[in-house]
């Protein structure tokens, strides 16, 4: 075991156990819509219980298996691509997403997830950004520093990816309502050991600087989701802070995704799922995907790697 190997890992292991997770962490049931709403815009995240189906979490359990497989037969040496034993799953797809396999595709069928992001917006047309998320692996024993997945665009080459602009300089993209959502999913329990992702409550809207790992204080360090269930979502603000943390359990932690972008918001992207495939989604999965669908005669090629070009 993992907590046999060293003895600091065993201390760490200890700690955590006593003292890993956000107390007093409120997991809501699926019936709950307006409820989630409330703590979606007051925390930033919310989490939901008993949204997958037995089947549908062993379903998509054995994809993000396999497809960590693939990447990991690239990476002997467990470098990552989000720091040591730590990868992105959109990082380490040729598309930056992995909206071309059928396991994310289900994802886009759960009537909740479609429901709660309508409620979050205002409005149901909302479009899918990518199908991504993250894996750790036992042995990612640091952590991530706190970061926020989205920004104010500041010129070519530096931001090319965010698309708001105040040029007065007097609005920035956490003064305006949520322009992005991430909906994880939990193909396996998070626990305190695991990797649990670490969310910051209500920094959504905050301009103070994100402090550094160095300044970080341990409050925010044990500021984790966890406790949570297998067949659980968690959905956040991308522009909360957070990060990933420990894994020293004896097992991988996966949290696939679905992004979106509100009806008002979009960023330059990239195709990813062919059009063949596309065709094949349900009517409401295919408008959601309208922006990700490569052209009718171009061939996506797709497969692992450990940096997305």
């Known amino acids: ?73 690239l990476d002997a040496t467990r470098n990552g691509n989000r720091g040591s034993h730590r990868y992105s799953f959109g990082g380490s797809s040729l598309t930056r997403s992995q909206l ?20 979050i917006f205002g409005s149901p047309h909302f479009a899918l950004r990518a199908a991504s998320g993250d894996f750790c692996l036992p042995g990612a024993t ?8 989205v920004s104010d665009w500041r010129g070519p080459g530096v931001s090319p990816f965010s698309s708001f602009h105040d040029p007065r300089g007097q609005l920035t993209i956490r003064d305006l309502p949520c322009p992005y959502v991430c909906v994880n999913f939990l193909p396996q329990d998070v626990t305190r050991l695991n990797g649990p992702t670490r969310q910051i409550p209500g920094t959504q809207h905050s301009r103070i600087p994100i402090p550094s790992l160095e300044d970080e204080p341990e409050w925010m360090r044990l500021s984790t989701v966890c406790p949570a269930p297998a067949g659980a979502i968690m959905v956040r603000d991308v522009r909360a802070w957070h990060g990933g943390t420990p894994n020293v359990s004896d097992a991988m932690r996966a949290i696939p995704n679905l992004e979106f972008y509100a009806p008002w918001f979009h960023e330059p992207m990239v195709p990813g799922i062919a059009y063949a495939d596309y065709q094949r989604l349900s009517e409401r999965a295919r408008y959601l995907t309208r922006f990700c669908v490569a052209d009718s005669g171009a061939e996506l090629r797709t497969g692992a790697t450990l940096w997305a070009p």
């Open 142 to 149: 640091g952590y991530q520093p706190l970061h926020s997945d």
């Open 1 to 73: 075991m993992l907590a046999e190997a060293a003895p600091e890992i065993a201390a760490q292991r200890a700690y955590l156990q006593a003292e890993n997770g956000i107390k007093g962490l409120e997991i809501l049931g699926a019936n709950d819509v307006e409820r989630a709403v409330d703590l979606f815009r007051r925390d930033g995240f919310v989490v939901i219980a008993d949204v997958l189906t037995a089947d549908q979490t062993a379903f998509l359990a054995a994809g993000c298996n396999e497809v960590a497989s693939e990447v990991l037969a």
């Open 100 to 119: 071309h396999r059928p396991e994310w595709q289900m994802m886009l069928d759960i009537p909740l997830v479609d429901t709660l992001v309508t409620a």
